[in-house]
Protein backbone atom coordinates (compact mmCIF):
# COMPACT_ATOMS: atom_id res chain seq x y z
CA UNK A 1 0.00 0.00 0.00
CA UNK A 2 1.75 3.44 -1.02
CA UNK A 3 1.89 6.81 1.48
CA UNK A 4 2.77 9.84 0.34
CA UNK A 5 5.24 11.87 2.91
CA UNK A 6 3.32 14.65 4.96
CA UNK A 7 5.15 16.77 2.68
CA UNK A 8 4.17 15.79 -0.75
CA UNK A 9 7.81 14.87 -1.94
CA UNK A 10 8.11 10.69 -1.85
CA UNK A 11 5.92 7.88 -1.86
CA UNK A 12 6.86 5.08 0.58
CA UNK A 13 5.32 1.34 -0.47
CA UNK A 14 6.38 -1.91 -0.21
CA UNK A 15 7.57 -3.85 -3.38
CA UNK A 16 6.01 -7.72 -4.00
CA UNK A 17 7.13 -10.27 -5.91
CA UNK A 18 7.62 -14.16 -5.61
CA UNK A 19 10.63 -15.24 -3.28
CA UNK A 20 12.89 -17.30 -5.33
CA UNK A 21 13.99 -19.11 -1.81
CA UNK A 22 10.51 -20.10 0.22
CA UNK A 23 6.65 -19.96 -0.72
CA UNK A 24 5.10 -16.94 -0.09
CA UNK A 25 5.98 -13.26 -1.51
CA UNK A 26 9.00 -11.19 -1.36
CA UNK A 27 8.23 -7.91 0.14
CA UNK A 28 10.64 -5.17 1.09
CA UNK A 29 9.87 -1.03 2.05
CA UNK A 30 10.58 1.06 -0.85
CA UNK A 31 10.59 5.11 -1.22
CA UNK A 32 9.94 6.88 -4.69
CA UNK A 33 11.31 10.25 -5.05
CA UNK A 34 8.37 12.19 -6.71
CA UNK A 35 10.67 14.96 -7.80
CA UNK A 36 13.42 12.46 -9.76
CA UNK A 37 11.47 9.33 -10.16
CA UNK A 38 14.35 7.70 -8.03
CA UNK A 39 13.49 4.38 -5.88
CA UNK A 40 15.25 3.39 -3.23
CA UNK A 41 15.05 0.22 -1.79
CA UNK A 42 15.68 0.11 2.65
CA UNK A 43 17.94 -3.17 2.20
CA UNK A 44 19.36 -2.54 5.92
CA UNK A 45 15.71 -3.84 7.21
CA UNK A 46 16.37 -7.61 8.43
CA UNK A 47 13.68 -8.98 6.50
CA UNK A 48 12.30 -10.18 2.83
CA UNK A 49 8.89 -9.62 4.09
CA UNK A 50 7.60 -6.60 4.99
CA UNK A 51 4.67 -4.64 3.98
CA UNK A 52 2.16 -1.54 4.66
CA UNK A 53 4.87 1.49 5.43
CA UNK A 54 3.02 4.63 7.43
CA UNK A 55 5.11 8.20 7.68
CA UNK A 56 5.62 9.72 11.17
CA UNK A 57 3.93 13.39 11.18
CA UNK A 58 7.37 15.06 10.29
CA UNK A 59 8.49 12.35 7.64
CA UNK A 60 11.29 11.33 9.57
CA UNK A 61 10.45 7.80 10.19
CA UNK A 62 8.88 4.83 8.80
CA UNK A 63 6.56 2.14 10.79
CA UNK A 64 5.19 -1.11 8.99
CA UNK A 65 4.79 -4.88 9.60
CA UNK A 66 7.80 -7.04 9.23
CA UNK A 67 7.75 -10.88 9.54
CA UNK A 68 10.71 -12.19 11.68
CA UNK A 69 11.05 -15.46 13.50
CA UNK A 70 7.29 -16.71 11.36
CA UNK A 71 5.68 -13.75 13.44
CA UNK A 72 4.39 -10.19 12.36
CA UNK A 73 6.05 -7.42 14.64
CA UNK A 74 5.86 -3.80 14.05
CA UNK A 75 9.33 -2.32 12.75
CA UNK A 76 10.15 1.54 13.23
CA UNK A 77 13.02 2.54 10.54
CA UNK A 78 14.18 6.39 9.36
CA UNK A 79 13.39 7.51 6.28
CA UNK A 80 16.94 7.14 4.73
CA UNK A 81 17.39 3.62 5.75
CA UNK A 82 19.17 3.82 9.23
CA UNK A 83 18.09 3.03 12.65
CA UNK A 84 15.85 0.27 11.85
CA UNK A 85 14.45 -1.46 15.18
CA UNK A 86 11.48 -3.83 16.77
CA UNK A 87 8.43 -2.29 18.47
CA UNK A 88 8.29 -5.31 20.92
CA UNK A 89 5.65 -6.04 24.04
CA UNK A 90 6.39 -9.37 25.73
CA UNK A 91 2.55 -9.25 27.11
CA UNK A 92 0.60 -8.60 23.40
CA UNK A 93 0.31 -11.35 20.73
CA UNK A 94 2.19 -10.20 17.42
CA UNK A 95 -1.45 -9.62 16.06
CA UNK A 96 -1.92 -6.34 18.40
CA UNK A 97 0.56 -4.44 15.97
CA UNK A 98 -1.54 -4.56 13.20
CA UNK A 99 -2.30 -1.89 10.48
CA UNK A 100 -0.32 0.92 12.19
CA UNK A 101 -1.01 5.06 12.38
CA UNK A 102 0.95 7.27 14.11
CA UNK A 103 -0.32 10.13 16.73
CA UNK A 104 -0.33 13.33 15.66
CA UNK A 105 2.23 14.00 17.87
CA UNK A 106 4.89 11.41 16.40
CA UNK A 107 5.61 10.17 20.01
CA UNK A 108 3.37 7.31 19.73
CA UNK A 109 0.72 4.73 17.50
CA UNK A 110 -2.46 3.38 17.13
CA UNK A 111 -2.66 -0.25 16.07
CA UNK A 112 -5.09 -2.90 16.16
CA UNK A 113 -6.06 -6.92 16.90
CA UNK A 114 -9.57 -8.45 16.44
CA UNK A 115 -10.35 -7.69 19.85
CA UNK A 116 -8.84 -4.39 20.68
CA UNK A 117 -7.64 -0.73 19.80
CA UNK A 118 -4.00 0.11 21.51
CA UNK A 119 -2.16 3.42 21.45
CA UNK A 120 1.90 2.51 22.26
CA UNK A 121 4.76 4.41 22.57
CA UNK A 122 7.99 3.77 20.52
CA UNK A 123 9.31 1.75 23.15
CA UNK A 124 6.24 -0.95 22.94
CA UNK A 125 4.59 0.30 25.72
CA UNK A 126 0.73 0.34 26.23
CA UNK A 127 -0.87 3.76 27.14
CA UNK A 128 -4.30 3.09 26.40
CA UNK A 129 -6.08 0.37 25.32
CA UNK A 130 -9.96 0.24 24.24
CA UNK A 131 -11.91 -3.27 23.54
CA UNK A 132 -13.57 -3.42 20.31
CA UNK A 133 -16.46 -5.15 22.17
CA UNK A 134 -17.32 -2.02 24.51
CA UNK A 135 -16.94 0.25 21.10
CA UNK A 136 -18.49 -1.27 18.19
CA UNK A 137 -22.23 -2.30 18.32
CA UNK A 138 -23.38 -4.67 15.50
CA UNK A 139 -19.82 -4.52 13.80
CA UNK A 140 -16.49 -5.73 14.39
CA UNK A 141 -12.87 -5.17 12.64
CA UNK A 142 -10.95 -7.91 10.62
CA UNK A 143 -6.88 -7.74 10.56
CA UNK A 144 -6.45 -5.63 7.88
CA UNK A 145 -8.54 -2.91 8.69
CA UNK A 146 -7.51 0.62 8.80
CA UNK A 147 -7.15 2.87 11.26
CA UNK A 148 -6.47 7.27 10.78
CA UNK A 149 -5.65 9.70 12.89
CA UNK A 150 -7.90 13.31 12.75
CA UNK A 151 -5.99 16.30 12.48
CA UNK A 152 -5.97 17.62 15.79
CA UNK A 153 -5.35 14.29 17.37
CA UNK A 154 -8.64 13.47 19.21
CA UNK A 155 -10.44 11.04 16.59
CA UNK A 156 -10.18 7.92 14.86
CA UNK A 157 -11.09 6.89 11.56
CA UNK A 158 -11.81 2.81 11.51
CA UNK A 159 -13.19 0.48 9.33
CA UNK A 160 -15.76 -2.11 10.21
CA UNK A 161 -17.45 -4.69 8.82
CA UNK A 162 -21.20 -4.72 10.07
CA UNK A 163 -23.06 -7.70 11.48
CA UNK A 164 -26.32 -7.10 10.12
CA UNK A 165 -26.56 -9.28 6.55
CA UNK A 166 -26.35 -6.56 3.63
CA UNK A 167 -26.49 -8.97 0.39
CA UNK A 168 -25.64 -7.16 -2.51
CA UNK A 169 -24.64 -8.47 -5.95
CA UNK A 170 -21.29 -9.14 -6.60
CA UNK A 171 -20.09 -8.97 -3.34
CA UNK A 172 -18.88 -11.31 -1.02
CA UNK A 173 -18.08 -10.57 2.49
CA UNK A 174 -19.50 -8.50 5.21
CA UNK A 175 -20.80 -4.66 4.49
CA UNK A 176 -18.03 -2.69 5.09
CA UNK A 177 -18.50 0.51 6.75
CA UNK A 178 -16.70 3.90 8.69
CA UNK A 179 -16.91 4.48 12.20
CA UNK A 180 -15.77 7.93 14.07
CA UNK A 181 -14.39 7.19 17.39
CA UNK A 182 -13.62 9.73 19.77
CA UNK A 183 -11.26 8.97 22.23
CA UNK A 184 -11.88 11.45 24.95
CA UNK A 185 -15.24 10.17 25.11
CA UNK A 186 -14.39 6.69 24.19
CA UNK A 187 -17.72 6.69 22.22
CA UNK A 188 -18.09 5.41 18.14
CA UNK A 189 -20.43 6.23 15.84
CA UNK A 190 -21.25 5.14 12.46
CA UNK A 191 -20.84 7.92 9.54
CA UNK A 192 -21.12 5.94 6.45
CA UNK A 193 -24.84 5.23 5.52
CA UNK A 194 -26.45 2.09 6.05
CA UNK A 195 -26.68 0.98 2.16
CA UNK A 196 -23.17 2.19 1.32
CA UNK A 197 -20.09 0.08 0.86
CA UNK A 198 -17.29 2.32 2.27
CA UNK A 199 -13.62 1.51 3.35
CA UNK A 200 -10.35 2.15 3.25
CA UNK A 201 -10.61 6.02 5.23
CA UNK A 202 -7.85 8.26 5.11
CA UNK A 203 -8.29 11.90 7.21
CA UNK A 204 -8.36 14.74 5.14
CA UNK A 205 -9.21 18.13 6.69
CA UNK A 206 -11.04 18.68 10.53
CA UNK A 207 -14.14 18.05 8.12
CA UNK A 208 -13.40 15.82 5.32
CA UNK A 209 -11.52 12.07 4.57
CA UNK A 210 -10.89 10.03 1.52
CA UNK A 211 -12.15 6.76 1.48
CA UNK A 212 -13.23 3.63 -1.42
CA UNK A 213 -16.82 3.60 -2.58
CA UNK A 214 -17.63 0.62 -4.05
CA UNK A 215 -21.60 1.42 -5.95
CA UNK A 216 -24.07 -1.12 -6.32
CA UNK A 217 -23.76 -2.89 -9.67
CA UNK A 218 -20.59 -1.70 -10.06
CA UNK A 219 -17.36 -4.67 -9.76
CA UNK A 220 -14.55 -2.37 -9.11
CA UNK A 221 -14.49 0.43 -6.38
CA UNK A 222 -12.98 3.90 -6.42
CA UNK A 223 -11.80 6.88 -4.59
CA UNK A 224 -13.96 9.25 -3.21
CA UNK A 225 -13.89 12.54 -0.82
CA UNK A 226 -16.31 12.41 1.64
CA UNK A 227 -17.58 14.62 4.61
CA UNK A 228 -17.48 13.47 8.05
CA UNK A 229 -21.28 13.23 7.95
CA UNK A 230 -21.09 10.53 5.28
CA UNK A 231 -22.78 12.77 2.83
CA UNK A 232 -21.17 15.09 -0.28
CA UNK A 233 -19.71 11.70 -1.75
CA UNK A 234 -16.95 13.34 -4.96
CA UNK A 235 -15.70 10.83 -7.03
CA UNK A 236 -11.79 11.22 -7.41
CA UNK A 237 -9.83 8.59 -9.23
CA UNK A 238 -12.36 5.87 -10.56
CA UNK A 239 -10.89 2.62 -10.23
CA UNK A 240 -8.59 2.97 -7.43
CA UNK A 241 -7.45 1.97 -4.18
CA UNK A 242 -5.36 2.70 -0.43
CA UNK A 243 -5.51 6.70 -0.74
CA UNK A 244 -3.36 8.87 1.43
CA UNK A 245 -2.72 12.74 1.58
CA UNK A 246 0.00 14.90 2.21
CA UNK A 247 -0.04 17.86 4.54
CA UNK A 248 0.64 20.50 1.67
Known sequence: MPEISPDGTRVAFNTDEDSKTRPGPERHIAIADLG?????ILKEIPSDNCFGPVWSPDGSKLAFSIMAEKEWHLGLVNADGS???????AELKSEAFGEPTWARDGKSIFCHDLDNIYQIDLDGNVLKKWELSKILTDASMNGGDRLTVSPDGKALLMDVDCGAEHERKNWDGPQPAIEKFDLASEKAVRI???NDFVWDPFWLTGDEFLCILQKENENDPSIYRMSLDGKNAKLLVKHARTPSVSAL
Open 36 to 40: TGKVR
Open 83 to 89: GFRFVKN
Open 192 to 194: TGK
